[in-house]
């Protein structure tokens, strides 16, 4: 197994076991499932948010340590904890409330072994967290989700998020960045 799955597995079994946490897993990971399987360094997690920031930050990094020197007031200012898990970084997004209900609802599960699951995001999610991101990589990865999900996609329902996030950010490039990828399939 390799080493970014084996990590995935750990943070299942803190999130879900330890602290019982919904969770999904965002980023290389989920675009294997989805999209055009590409080598990914890291492990990209999105956790409900049911516990206080300060909690939260305390808790996840007495466990697993911080890649900041400040990870409450780093966690503050971007909803992030980034956190390094057997020589595997790992990047823990506290998804927003009024979008985590509609995330985790549509979140799958997926055996990686036998008795051993992760869950993954929709294809959709996936999307509209690439979008939000906007970084190339990310660009080509909803491309990529596009091409292999085509009309099984919800396009509705990524392009209701994707102008919700647009108009909170005053950022049209986010609806942009699906819309121009929809445009090529």
């Known amino acids: 197994m390799n080493p970014q799955i084996q990590t995935a597995l ?16 965002i980023g290389g990971i989920a675009l294997q499932f989805w999209g055009e399987p590409r080598f990914t360094q890291d492990v990209d997690i999105t956790i409900r948010d049911r516990l206080d920031i300060a909690d939260l930050v305390k ?9 900041v020197s400040d990870p409450y007031q780093f966690a503050k200012a971007t909803r992030m904890i980034l956190l ?9 997004a506290i ?13 799958q599960p997926f055996e990686v072994e036998p008795g051993k699951e992760i869950f993954i ?3 959709e999610d996936l999307i509209i967290h690439k979008a939000l991101a906007g970084r190339p ?31 909170a ?4 490039s ?12």
């Open 59 to 67: 808790v996840t990094t007495e466990a697993f340590g911080s890649r």
């Open 169 to 172: 950010l005053a950022d049209d």
């Open 10 to 25: 750990i943070m299942h079994d803190f999130f879900v076991e330890d602290l019982k946490l919904e969770y999904a897993i």
């Open 121 to 123: 995001c929709s294809a």
């Open 84 to 92: 390094n898990v057997e020589n595997v970084d790992v990047d823990v």
């Open 174 to 185: 986010i609806l942009d960045r699906f819309e121009q990828a929809w445009a090529k399939k």
């Open 95 to 107: 998804a927003l409330r009024s979008y985590e209900e509609f995330l985790f609802k549509r979140s």
């Open 137 to 167: 990589q990310d660009l080509a990865d909803i491309q990529s989700i596009i091409y292999r999900q085509g009309d099984n996609l919800e396009v509705r329902y990524i392009r209701s998020w994707l102008t919700d996030f647009s108009n």
